[in-house]
């Protein structure tokens, strides 16, 4: 027997979606029937996405969003509602890093990591959670389809890794905020999970795989491979959709087993 999830009729909204894993969980909802907000700071890369979406037969939309400006987020979610419709599917997706030892993270490194991966999704979150809960107030019994909250971590949050050990914080922030946001945001029907990705080829990063410090990292690795961001698809369409309702406050590895 055939099995589908269709997102049909609900709005989704993807954080850093100019690039990497962004471009990719835009793509994926787009195709699994969802409209899509494309939030970045460069437009340019935004409008490019739209157009490939739309020759798709997808529908998107695009907005400027710099999750570090705080200020600037109730507005940038408000533009994106009043042109694509209310926010359904929230894949809080925007993060950064820096490559360097404990020893030597300065103050601004620090909190260029942390006002993107934990500040900046927290208040991404909490405006999309606002609107969540007003609508589910505002609904009669049983008419609100519920809410989809998709954090993006990393296996880092679960496995201390050298090196990145600001980044490993940050995403270990990002899980106990998922777990918070679920037990606070459950009862409106609201479900709030974390997918942690492992090592994923992307385009940021995919020159260091040939390399040989990249090399010796795919060696080290459970099944000596790097994921395909496609990898990630079946489990973010299942996150977002409506049969995933019994499913909140999960921490999914998608990493290969490497976080073991």
């Known amino acids: 027997m055939a099995y589908s999830l269709d997102l049909s009729g609900r709005v ?6 100019s690039s990497g894993l962004g471009t990719q969980f835009a793509k994926t909802l787009s195709r699994a029937g969802a409209a899509v907000i494309l939030a970045s700071r460069r437009l340019d890369r935004l409008k490019d996405l739209r157009s490939h979406i739309e020759a798709e037969g997808g529908n998107a939309h695009v907005i400027e969003l710099d999750v570090t400006d705080t200020h600037g987020i109730a507005a940038a979610i408000a533009r994106a509602e009043a042109e694509a419709g209310p926010i359904d599917i929230l894949v809080n997706n925007s993060g950064v890093s820096t490559t360097q030892r404990l020893l030597d993270v300065q103050p601004q490194d620090f909190d260029f990591i942390f006002d993107t991966n934990v500040r900046g999704a927290f208040f991404v979150a909490q405006e999309v959670g606002k609107r969540m809960v007003a609508r589910a107030r505002n609904a009669e019994v049983g008419a609100y389809p519920g809410g989809r909250i998709i954090n993006i971590a990393s296996m880092a949050g679960l496995k201390v890794l050298p090196q990145i050990g600001a980044y490993c914080m940050s995403k270990s922030a990002v899980i106990q905020m998922t777990k918070a946001m679920a037990l606070e945001w459950g009862r409106f029907g609201i479900n709030v999970n974390a997918i942690c990705p492992g090592y994923i080829d992307t385009e940021i990063n995919h020159h260091h795989w040939s390399t040989e410090q990249g090399q010796k990292l795919i060696h080290m690795l459970p099944r000596k491979r ?4 496609q990898d990630l698809d079946a489990l973010l369409v299942m996150l977002a959709s409506g049969e ?12 290969d087993g490497f976080a073991l």
């Open 12 to 17: 989704a909204l993807v954080t850093g979606a």
């Open 244 to 255: 995933s309702g019994f499913i909140n406050g999960a921490v999914i590895a998608a990493d």
């Open 226 to 229: 790097v994921g395909q961001p």
